[in-house]
């Protein structure tokens, strides 16, 4: 059974940066695409970005060119580098593949919040 643990989050000021990390047990972690994704209080689970397993890059439109992921296989962890962020990025954040294989194996996520 796959499990993800989500760690990094916190309380950071506008502008400000942080650096989320998730590891991944309990399945071949390098043969999945895997994203970040976010929930925000009152709205649904969006994803953010998407790593393929040959280390493609995707963003939303919302955190392009602020947001990088990236992923090392070794350590069966992904990361995503938050930098310039805005209040509007608080939410949840979470690790799962990409696309959802398992509708049962979110992690419990962790807490970023940006303050004005």
């Known amino acids: 059974q796959v499990q993800l643990v989500e760690s990094g989050g916190g309380l950071v000021q506008a502008g400000g940066s942080l650096r989320l990390s998730c590891a991944a047990s309990?399945?071949?972690?390098?043969?999945?695409?895997m994203g970040w994704y976010r929930q925000a209080p009152g709205k649904q689970r969006e994803i953010v970005a998407r790593?393929?397993?040959?280390?493609?890059?995707s963003y939303s439109d919302s955190v392009k060119g602020r947001f990088t992921i990236s992923r090392d296989n070794a350590k069966n962890t992904v990361y995503l580098q938050m930098n310039s962020l805005k209040p509007e990025d608080t939410a949840v954040y979470y690790c799962?593949?990409?696309?959802?294989?398992?509708?049962?194996?979110w992690g419990r996520g962790t807490q970023v919040t940006v303050s004005s």
């Open positions: 799962n593949t990409a696309p959802i294989t398992n509708p049962n194996s």
């Open positions: 309990g399945t071949i972690f390098s043969a999945w695409a």
């Open positions: 790593i393929t397993t040959s280390g493609s890059t």
